[in-house]
Every structure is written in C-alpha cells, then in structure tokens.
DNA sequence: TATTGTTATACTCTATAACTATA
DNA sequence: TATAGTTATAGAGTATAACAATA
C-alpha cells in the first residue's frame, strides 16, 4: 500500500517529533540507566544484579525453595541450578536439605553472605545518592510515593523485579 | 518451612529486611515492567521496542547513518545491519545514498512507515494510560516532572535510551 | 591510513526437554 | 502420577574481528 492511509504527519507535514516521552517512557529509560549504573558499582564486589536480587530475597525470607526463588527472578529451574551453584562455591548461600519434603532445598544466606549483603547495602545508598541527585529531600521522598503507588497498583511485588533479563553483570 | 532452621535473621542481629527499595530501584523495576508491557502491546503490530525506537529517531531527525542510530541504539555495527534489514524488507524504512560521502547511507522512513508510526502513537498512549492508572491527571505531571529532572541530570538524550539490550520483543 | 557498512565466525546465553529422586 | 532439582542439548543472540569500498 502505496497510497496511504493513515496518519498525515508523514512525508511532508511535520511529523511529531515523537514527542520526547511520556511517564512510562521515561520509566523504562531512567529504569535501564539505573540498572546498568547499578550492575557497575556492584562489579566491584563481584556481582551482577540477579546474584545482588537473590541475596537480598534470602535475606528477607530465608529457606525458600529454588523453583519459588527461580520464578521471582524470572528464570527457568535450569537456569537457577548453575546461577546457585556459582554463590554457593564463593560460600555466599548455602543448601539445606527440607527434612519434611526431601525433594526441595532450602536456600540460606551464610554469615559470608550476610557480611557481603552488608556491603552491598552501602553501595546501594550511594546509587540512590547518584540516581537522585537532581532532587531535594522533599522531592525525593514525592518522587517515592509517587513511583510507590504505581508500583502497588501494577501488583509488582515489592522488593523483587523479575526484569534481570541477562545473568551478565552487563 | 517448617523446621526454619538457623536464624531466619542473619547470624546474630535482625539484619535489615532489605528494604523494599529506595527510588533508584523502583527505577529499574518499574522500567522492566514498563518495558514488558509496551513489548506485548507492539507486538501486534509485529514490532519489537529497539524497532520502534529506531522509527521514532528516523522520525525526529531522518537521513542518519548506520553507525550513528547504532551507537544511539547500544548496538555494535555489526548487529546494526541485519536489524535494519528487516524493516527495509518490510518497507517501513529505506536506505539512500549520501551523495557526499558515498560511504555512509542516509536512513529516512517510507510512507509506511510513518503511517505505522501513527499507530505506535496510539498504543503508546494506552499505554500510558495503563501505567499511569494510579495517578491523578495532576501526579501524572507530578511525576512526569520530576522524572524529566532526573534523566536530565543523569545526562540521558530525551527520546532514546540504549537499554534494549535484547531484540526480541520478548 | 581511517571510516562506513558488511560478512564470517566463534562464543555465550537461553529454553526445552529428558532424567533422578522423592512424594 | 506429579513435583523439585539436575543435566544435556540444540537453537538463538551476541560480539569480535576480518573484509570491501570510499574517503
């Protein structure tokens, strides 16, 4: 189709610039940015946004199984096995068997795990620093809210994203 | 888990629960989600975000080379080609000759590809809508200004982000 | 010699699907 | 029979680097 239809702003109207982006645009823009400036700092310490996510996960509900686990951080159990198996080598996390169900682990932090979440919480402080030095006090804490309540009202469950696509630090 | 073996708390102190998350990470799990669920709505129109975003910077500013857009993109060259291939394939955009320096090609948009840019807009607006559910018409603007205040001060170009890493709509 | 676009290739990542052990 | 964890494997996606044409 030659001819077409549809909207006039081509060829010869001035196209919209595509206007420079909405809230959602902007989301998904200031979101990968914050990931990647993220996945840097925490290189550092050796670790990629998803091991960063699982450890903070276990350090919130410890003894959860590597299927519930597999499913927040949005992979497959196949690929949770070696992704486990790499924190659990550097004694990060450890497995324990379930007595009462002996199909399932019950995935801990060690102390080493915890001492590393420690660290980690460190950094995180100074990226929220980074992300929101554009802000007051004031306006950082509206923005909270603001990003708080779209977060609830799109049912993301706080404290996990399943949007770590890539196991790579970047 | 029944047995909760081991101190659910860390080894000694009740470690901080990992907090749910200051601003930066909303950020980024915000904009995963954001992200997932514009790739599902331009998935209909057989479209992935990276190839929306490349019609979007055609639109903006027409007749770039390859290496720029790819650069603008997050993508080597080499990725570049086989990328535009496609929506050349398709008609949605067209390659011509710079008849000054004959080694760079100029990328502009055809017909159809403006008018398919037309119906981006429209889904881009519903989609909008979607993410914006909880908010007020005046938070909206709320948010939408301090968002732009801080992609601002992070130095990101309005209207691209490199952060699709991935090429498949998901 | 440097740069744009292209191709070739090797490598990583990923999902799917078998396999085991428990239930 | 169904489920948790594991392993194997084939396929897709990726970057690196060589190449051709132009500057």
Do not use: W
Request: aromatic share 4%.
């Amino acid at each position: 189709m030659t001819t077409n239809p549809g909207s006039a702003a081509g060829p010869q109207g001035a196209p919209r610039p595509a206007k420079h982006g909405g809230v959602a645009f902007l989301l998904a823009q200031l979101g990968a940015h914050a990931t990647e400036l993220f996945a840097q700092r925490i290189a550092a310490l050796d670790l990629t946004p998803p091991q960063a996510g699982l450890l903070r996960m276990l350090a919130a509900t410890p003894g959860r199984s590597q299927r519930e686990l597999a499913d927040d951080l949005g992979m497959p159990p196949s690929r949770f096995v070696p992704f486990a198996d790499g924190l659990e080598q550097r004694g990060l996390i450890e497995r324990r068997r379930n007595a009462e169900d002996r199909r399932l682990y019950a995935l801990h932090l060690t102390d080493q795990g915890f001492a590393l979440l420690g660290e980690l919480a460190g950094v995180a402080v100074a990226h929220e620093q980074q992300v929101c030095g554009a802000l007051s006090e004031q306006e950082r804490g509206q923005l909270l809210g603001l990003l708080r309540r779209v977060a609830e009202e799109q049912g993301l469950t706080p404290g996990v994203h399943t949007g770590f696509r890539s196991l790579r630090g970047k």
